[in-house]
C-alpha cells in the first residue's frame, strides 16, 4: 500500500510537472513563466520557490511575451516540449489570451496557470475580480475556454489527481495538441491535502505515430497515379513528424515539386531543385505557377489556411483534386479533401512503396531558376 505526503496543491502540480518526461528523458515542461501578483503569489509562488532547479521559473515582464516565449519554445522543440505561464488574476489572466488563441490556431503546446478566485467566495469580490450579475461561477479565465483544447478550474486540491493527466495528455497529443489553461483558485493553491506517494513517480509520455488506413492509402495512391502534375504543400506536420527526410525522398523518387506553408518552412533545403518555394498570397512567383497548374494537391501536415491557398484562387486548375495527410481528422477532411489520417512520415513511405517506380514529368524549372537566381 502506498504512503501519502502532505503538500499543498501548488506544491503538488509542481512536483508533479517536473517529473513528467520526453522519451528523450527530459523534463517535458521546461520551466515555469511567471509573474506574480493578486491570485498566485502566495501558493503557486510559495511552490515554485520551494521546488527551484527542479523547476525552473523566469520572471517576464509582460504576460503575453512570456507566452509568447513558450510557443516559440515549443515550435522551435516540434511539440517535443513545453512550458507553463502563470499570473495574477484580473488583467495579468487576460493579457495571455492572445497568446492562447495563437497556440490554439498553431495547434502547439502550452500550459497556461492564471491565479483565480477564491473557492470558497468568502473574500468576494477579490481584487480585479469580474462579477457576472446572471452567473456567479464566472470569473476572468472563463474567456480562456474558447482558446483552449483542454480548460479546467481547480476548486479542491484533489481535482489535480485526475487534472493534471488529461492536461499532459492534450500537450502530448500530435491529432488534438494545444494549449491547457488550469485556472488555479488561490485559496486552493495553499490548500495541503495527503497526496499518494505514487502520483509523484517519473512518468514518460510518448508521442504517437498513428498508421494510415490502407483503404485511405489507396484512395491517395490512384488519384497520384491518375495525375498529370501534382504538387506537394508541406506545412508544419512534416517538422512536428521529423519526416524532412522523408519528403525529400518521396518527391526525388517521384519527381514532384514541394511548395513549403509558413510553417513548413524549413523542411527542405531551398537549394534543392524541386523546392519550389511558398504558395499563396507570399509565396514565391515560381511556387504559385506550379499550385496554378497543379491538377493534384498533396499537403503534407497543412490546414490549407487563406495565406497558402490565396483564398483558393491560386490552386486554379479546375480539374484539380486535393489530398490531405493529417493526424487530425478536422483537418485532413477540409475543402472536400481525399483525407489520409495518418503520421506525415509514416504515410508517406506507405505512398511511395505502392507508388513503386512511378514518376511525374520534369516541372517548370526554368520559372525556378529565374525565381531563385
Same mark, same amino acid.
Given at each position: 500500500?502506498?504512503?501519502?505526503?502532505?503538500?499543498?496543491?501548488?506544491?503538488?502540480?509542481?512536483?508533479?510537472?517536473?517529473?513528467?518526461?520526453?522519451?528523450?528523458?527530459?523534463?517535458?515542461?521546461?520551466?515555469?513563466?511567471?509573474?506574480?501578483?493578486?491570485?498566485?503569489?502566495?501558493?503557486?509562488?510559495?511552490?515554485?520557490?520551494?521546488?527551484?532547479?527542479?523547476?525552473?521559473?523566469?520572471?517576464?515582464?509582460?504576460?503575453?511575451?512570456?507566452?509568447?516565449?513558450?510557443?516559440?519554445?515549443?515550435?522551435?522543440?516540434?511539440?517535443?516540449?513545453?512550458?507553463?505561464?502563470?499570473?495574477?488574476?484580473?488583467?495579468?489572466?487576460?493579457?495571455?489570451?492572445?497568446?492562447?488563441?495563437?497556440?490554439?490556431?498553431?495547434?502547439?503546446?502550452?500550459?497556461?496557470?492564471?491565479?483565480?478566485?477564491?473557492?470558497?467566495?468568502?473574500?468576494?469580490?477579490?481584487?480585479?475580480?469580474?462579477?457576472?450579475?446572471?452567473?456567479?461561477?464566472?470569473?476572468?479565465?472563463?474567456?480562456?475556454?474558447?482558446?483552449?483544447? %483542454?480548460?479546467?478550474?481547480?476548486?479542491?486540491?484533489?481535482?489535480?489527481?485526475?487534472?493534471?493527466?488529461?492536461?499532459?495528455?492534450?500537450?502530448?497529443?500530435?491529432?488534438?495538441?494545444?494549449?491547457?489553461?488550469?485556472?488555479?483558485?488561490?485559496?486552493?493553491?495553499?490548500?495541503? %491535502?495527503?497526496?499518494?506517494?505514487?502520483?509523484?513517480?517519473?512518468?514518460?509520455?510518448?508521442?504517437?505515430?498513428?498508421?494510415?488506413?490502407?483503404?485511405?492509402?489507396?484512395?491517395?495512391?490512384?488519384?497520384?497515379?491518375?495525375?498529370?502534375?501534382?504538387?506537394?504543400?508541406?506545412?508544419?506536420?512534416?517538422?512536428?513528424?521529423?519526416?524532412?527526410?522523408?519528403?525529400?525522398?518521396?518527391?526525388?523518387?517521384?519527381?514532384?515539386?514541394?511548395?513549403?506553408?509558413?510553417?513548413?518552412?524549413?523542411?527542405?533545403?531551398?537549394?534543392?531543385?524541386?523546392?519550389?518555394?511558398?504558395?499563396?498570397?507570399?509565396?514565391?512567383?515560381?511556387?504559385?505557377?506550379?499550385?496554378?497548374?497543379?491538377?493534384?494537391?498533396?499537403?503534407?501536415?497543412?490546414?490549407?489556411?487563406?495565406?497558402?491557398?490565396?483564398?483558393?484562387?491560386?490552386?486554379?486548375?479546375?480539374?484539380?483534386?486535393?489530398?490531405?495527410?493529417?493526424?487530425?481528422?478536422?483537418?485532413?477532411?477540409?475543402?472536400?479533401?481525399?483525407?489520409?489520417?495518418?503520421?506525415?512520415?509514416?504515410?508517406?513511405?506507405?505512398?511511395?512503396?505502392?507508388?513503386?517506380?512511378?514518376?511525374?514529368?520534369?516541372?517548370?524549372?526554368?520559372?525556378?531558376?529565374?525565381?531563385?537566381?
Amino acid at each position: 500500500m502506498t504512503g501519502t505526503i502532505r503538500l499543498t496543491a501548488a506544491q503538488a502540480m509542481f512536483r508533479w510537472l517536473a517529473v513528467q518526461m520526453t522519451e528523450e528523458g527530459e523534463r517535458f515542461i521546461e520551466g515555469v513563466w511567471a509573474i506574480f501578483g493578486h491570485g498566485n503569489v502566495a501558493g503557486i509562488g510559495e511552490a515554485l520557490h520551494g521546488i527551484g532547479d527542479k523547476l525552473p521559473t523566469w520572471r517576464g515582464q509582460n504576460e503575453q511575451t512570456m507566452a509568447h516565449a513558450a510557443i516559440a519554445y515549443a515550435k522551435t522543440k516540434r511539440r517535443r516540449k513545453a512550458m507553463a505561464i502563470t499570473s495574477s488574476i484580473g488583467p495579468g489572466a487576460t493579457n495571455m489570451v492572445t497568446a492562447a488563441a495563437l497556440a490554439h490556431v498553431n495547434r502547439l503546446p502550452v500550459l497556461f496557470i492564471p491565479g483565480d478566485v477564491f473557492a470558497n467566495r468568502r473574500p468576494d469580490p477579490v481584487l480585479q475580480q469580474i462579477e457576472d450579475f446572471d452567473d456567479g461561477t464566472v470569473t476572468v479565465t472563463d474567456c480562456f475556454r474558447p482558446v483552449s483544447r %483542454y480548460f479546467d478550474r481547480i476548486t479542491r486540491p484533489e481535482h489535480l489527481l485526475t487534472v493534471l493527466p488529461r492536461a499532459m495528455q492534450v500537450m502530448t497529443d500530435p491529432a488534438n495538441c494545444g494549449p491547457v489553461t488550469l485556472a488555479f483558485c488561490q485559496d486552493v493553491q495553499a490548500e495541503a %491535502y495527503d497526496w499518494p506517494e505514487s502520483f509523484f513517480e517519473s512518468k514518460t509520455w510518448r508521442i504517437r505515430r498513428p498508421e494510415p488506413d490502407p483503404r485511405e492509402v489507396d484512395d491517395v495512391v490512384a488519384v497520384l497515379k491518375a495525375s498529370s502534375h501534382p504538387v506537394i504543400v508541406a506545412g508544419g506536420g512534416v517538422l512536428y513528424s521529423g519526416a524532412e527526410a522523408d519528403l525529400l525522398a518521396f518527391a526525388k523518387a517521384h519527381n514532384i515539386p514541394i511548395v513549403e506553408t509558413q510553417a513548413g518552412k524549413g523542411a527542405i533545403d531551398w537549394q534543392e531543385r524541386l523546392n519550389f518555394g511558398s504558395p499563396g498570397v507570399t509565396g514565391t512567383d515560381c511556387g504559385n505557377k506550379t499550385a496554378a497548374r497543379a491538377d493534384l494537391i498533396l499537403g503534407v501536415g497543412t490546414r490549407f489556411q487563406d495565406f497558402t491557398t490565396g483564398s483558393w484562387a491560386i490552386f486554379s486548375n479546375p480539374s484539380r483534386k486535393l489530398v490531405s495527410i493529417n493526424l487530425a481528422g478536422y483537418d485532413a477532411a477540409k475543402h472536400g479533401a481525399i483525407p489520409l489520417v495518418s503520421d506525415a512520415k509514416v504515410a508517406l513511405g506507405r505512398i511511395s512503396t505502392a507508388l513503386g517506380s512511378h514518376r511525374f514529368a520534369d516541372q517548370d524549372f526554368a520559372a525556378r531558376g529565374a525565381w531563385f537566381k
